[in-house]
């Protein structure tokens, strides 16, 4: 299922036009402000750490010490959000 293949040795890094609004507790993805999606907390979360200084191993230590779980179980989850994230091109694969 690895679909971030041929993303080894790169980092995730936010697209600098995107912008994220909490509006009344659920948060939405914006590029212009004329198309939204809904971006649920957990995806929220690996975003934030798509910052160009951790890869995808790192994301997954860094959230399954956050949230208290291992990294093999986290690992499914972060890669389905990073392979979302990628496609709908809320980040973008450095190095």
Known sequence: ?????????RKPTRAR????IDHLGTLYATFDGSHMWKM?????GIWQMCDGSRDFDQITVALAARIGHTNEDVRPVVEEILTDLTKMK???WIG
Do not use: R, T
């Not at 690895?2 to 080894?8: A, D, H, P």
């Not at 036009?17 to 994220?20: A, I, M, Q």
């Not at 649920?40 to 929220?44: E, I, N, W």
């Open 17 to 20: 036009n995107l912008k994220v």
């Open 40 to 44: 649920d907390k957990v995806a929220y």
């Open 1 to 9: 299922m690895l679909e971030l293949q041929g993303f080894e040795g």
């Open 90 to 92: 809320f980040i973008e």
